[in-house]
T-cell receptor, first 118, second 112 residues
Framework: GAVVSQHPSWVICKSGTSVKIECRSL??????MFWYRQFPKQSLMLMAT?????????EQGVEKDKFLINHASLTLSTLTVTSAHPEDSSFYIC??????????????FGPGTRLLVL | RKEVEQDPGPFNVPEGATVAFNCTYS??????FFWYRQDCRKEPKLLMS???SGNEDGRFTAQLNRASQYISLLIRDSKLSDSATYLC?????????????FGAGTQVVVTP
């Protein structure tokens, strides 16, 4: 149980394009999903917290108009990197926190999406 | 000062040996503590939660020292498969439930 998937697993795109990353909880419902970014040899940095049906809460320094988050259902959240630039190249990881029971209050991580912006 | 600090390592450990390392956290109100394992170019995976009384899971032992604000991880009888980066993770306090703060990780390399 507690499987989180991300799609795509990696993306190479030209500067200026937008990239959408999906995060799905496959076998449980997630009230809250989190989006992280990790640069090489650095820690995961929380970008935003996403609750189903409401607006995401962004961490300080993260531009909400650049990183659009939609949490349309209890099993799906999407992150869209708009007008991506080379400095947005990173490893984007989502996590999902379960609604109840054994999945509650534990974050399960997706496999991550590697984004390379040329 | 970083919220969560770890010695980046690497800790080079002969197979079968014991290795231990710490992590310090700055927010005294932190409520929950975890060790995650991250393999190269992969997502973090939960290794174990850390409880006030200390806890053990097989060859892994975690300790929490609230007074000094650090947690530790000890790995006994190291296996080659234990080579990874170990991330110290702290919940940022009672009003931030679910919001985790990650350390940059401690790299462990187990050698034959």
């Amino acid at each position: 149980g507690a499987v989180v998937s991300q799609h795509p697993s990696w993306v190479i795109c030209k500067s200026g394009t937008s990239v959408k990353i999906e995060c799905r909880s496959l076998d449980f419902q997630a009230t809250t999903m989190f989006w992280y970014r990790q640069f090489p040899k650095q820690s995961l940095m929380l970008m935003a917290t996403s609750n189903e049906g409401s607006k995401a809460t962004y961490e300080q320094g993260v531009e909400k108009d650049k990183f659009l988050i939609n949490h349309a259902s209890l099993t799906l959240s999407t992150l869209t990197v708009t007008s991506a630039h080379p400095e947005d190249s990173s490893f984007y990881i989502c996590s999902a926190e379960g609604l109840a029971g054994a999945y509650q209050e534990t974050q399960y991580f997706g496999p991550g999406t590697r984004l390379l912006v040329l | 000062r970083k919220e969560v600090e770890q010695d980046p390592g690497p800790f080079n450990v002969p197979e079968g040996a014991t290795v231990a390392f710490n992590c310090t956290y700055s927010n005294s109100a932190s409520q929950s503590f975890f060790w995650y394992r991250q393999d190269c170019r992969k997502e973090p995976k939960l290794l174990m939660s850390v409880y006030s009384s200390g806890n053990e899971d097989g060859r892994f032992t975690a300790q929490l020292n609230r007074a000094s604000q650090y947690i530790s991880l000890l790995i006994r009888d190291s296996k080659l498969s234990d080579s990874a980066t170990y991330l110290c993770v702290v919940n940022l306090g009672t009003d931030s439930w679910g919001k985790l703060q990650f350390g940059a990780g401690t790299q462990v390399v187990v050698t034959p």
